[in-house]
């Protein structure tokens, strides 16, 4: 059902600020975006912008109202799904439970149609369905040559729970994890042509029963000792020298958030 992730939605109270940082950090090209009407996802309307930089594309959100908006200038908001026909995916998912936001998916401002689901029915995370325009093709941005986005990771209370709503619900396979960075634990769980990736911080009690929270994304390169000079010409720095192999094989090498304005993210090298 899921194609691929077409992309990461971030929350801003500065919009400009954003946008400048996507096109300095990754050398990002502004591909579009404009006012936003009220709506399920972004109920005070505002205005947003679409970066893209090689094939990933990322939607930076400025609401109106802006009390809901983290302290950092980049706050992870929602991962929009690309499927081949939105009306089949969404009477496949309501077969299975799953409720949406509205009625009916919008149009953005690329002729995609966009259906949000109901957050309720999602752990409390913003999900998107996105059937593409019929003469749309991929991001073609430039910059940092990134191949795809590989995930989202979420932080979760209760892991074998997390894995479970996955498999059961998504049909998910889970491939692997272990231990975590942050001391506690993770799992890999791939379902269609996507992935996620759930972790129990060593401290799990902050985090509500059945919620799952955005935490970071990983950015799929070529070789990531290769890209590493060009994104510290940038102005961005890493939490290492060089990159760690994680349960399933992938290489990861985490941006020090200081440089990647608060957000979490991360460089990823898939397994031969």
Not at 138 to 146: A, F, K, R, T
Not at 195 to 201: A, C, G, R, W, Y
Not at 245 to 268: A, C, E, K, P, W
Request: with cysteine; hydrophobic share 40%.
């Amino acid at each position: 059902m899921f194609d691929k992730i077409q992309h990461i939605g971030y929350l801003t109270s500065d919009l400009d600020a954003a946008v400048s940082w996507f096109e300095r950090s990754f050398g990002a090209v502004n591909a579009g975006g404009g006012p936003l009407s009220p709506s399920y996802a972004v109920p005070s309307g505002g205005r947003n912008a679409y970066l893209r930089f090689g094939q990933a594309e990322a939607e930076i959100i400025e609401p109106e109202d802006k009390s809901g908006v983290g302290s950092k200038i980049l706050d992870m908001h929602h991962v929009g799904y690309v499927v081949e026909s939105i009306e089949q995916a969404a009477d496949d998912l309501r077969a299975r439970g799953f409720g949406f936001g509205s009625d009916e998916p919008f149009v953005n401002v690329f002729g995609h149609q966009v259906f949000y689901l109901d957050a309720e029915t999602t752990n409390g995370t913003l999900v998107h369905l996105t059937q593409l325009a019929p003469a749309a093709s991929g991001p073609d941005g430039e910059g940092l040559e990134v191949e795809r986005i590989v995930h989202a990771g979420y932080l979760v209370r209760d892991l074998e729970a997390a894995i479970d709503w996955y498999v059961q619900r998504l049909s998910g396979v889970h491939v692997g994890g272990g231990a975590s960075r942050r001391g506690g634990r993770n799992a890999f769980v791939n379902f269609g042509q996507v992935q996620v990736e759930l972790i129990e911080p060593g401290d799990p009690s902050a985090i509500p029963e059945g919620v799952h929270e955005m935490d970071h994304v990983g950015y799929v390169v070529g070789d990531i000792p290769t890209c590493m000079p060009e994104c510290q010409h940038r102005g961005l720095s890493f939490i290492a020298d060089a990159p760690a192999t994680n349960s399933i094989g992938q290489q990861v090498l985490y941006f020090d958030t200081d440089t990647s304005l608060g957000s979490r993210m991360h460089l990823t090298r898939l397994p031969d």
